[in-house]
């Protein structure tokens, strides 16, 4: 099964968002300056949508 978590974290670290630290679970912590706001990311994000979700709550103007 094909991960998205690699073209998020590259998209995310090539458009202004930052790794702050890991969070509870499976989750990362970063802070997107586009959106000024943190957000937490899945260590397995498994779908596209789920992808297109984080870049849209990013404030990142990216489809994947």
């Not at 974290?9 to 458009?15: H, P, Q």
């Not at 397995?44 to 949508?49: A, G, W």
């Not at 990013?58 to 489809?63: A, E, I, M």
Request: proline fraction near 2%; aromatic fraction near 10%.
């Amino acid at each position: 099964m094909e991960t998205f978590e690699s073209a998020v974290r590259f998209v995310l670290e090539n458009n202004g968002c930052t790794f702050i630290r890991q969070g509870e679970g499976d989750y990362d912590i970063w802070y997107c300056r586009p959106s000024k706001k943190y957000i937490a990311v899945d260590h397995s994000v498994k779908s596209r949508r789920h992808a297109n979700i984080i870049m849209r709550l990013s404030g990142v103007n990216h489809q994947l």
